[in-house]
């Protein structure tokens, strides 16, 4: 079956950087782009970055843009989000998601905290 696992979230001070992981399986992840996503509470989950899926294009939020940065390793079927210069409002849950012929799939999310 298809899983997600994302890690790396924590609590860091604003400027600071975290790396997000997240573990792909039960597919062809090579052959898939993946998004990174980002929800807090009374809000709609928001599109954060998402890559093509050999890793040669990718996109941004205009929000995150310049700050974060999307890469991939197929051959460890993971995905990475870069964030620098955090700021306060990137505190969220962040969850990474793989739209397939199947199905959407999430991972469960992990929690990025951002204090000022």
């Known amino acids: 079956q298809v899983q997600l696992e994302e890690s790396g979230g924590g609590l860091v001070q604003a400027g600071g950087s975290l790396r997000l992981s997240c573990a792909a399986s039960?597919?062809?992840?090579?052959?898939?782009?993946m998004t990174w996503y980002r929800q807090t509470p009374g809000k709609e989950r928001e599109l954060v970055a998402h890559?093509?899926?050999?890793?040669?294009?990718?996109n941004y939020a205009a929000s995150v843009k310049g700050r974060f940065t999307v890469s991939r390793d197929n051959a460890k079927n993971t995905v990475y989000l870069q964030m620098n210069s955090l700021k306060p409002e990137d505190t969220a849950v962040y969850y990474c998601?793989?739209?397939?012929?199947?199905?959407?799939?999430w991972g469960q999310g992990t929690q990025v905290t951002v204090s000022s």
């Open positions: 998601h793989a739209e397939l012929p199947r199905g959407s799939y």
């Open positions: 039960g597919f062809s992840f090579s052959n898939y782009y």
């Open positions: 890559i093509t899926s050999t890793g040669a294009g990718t």
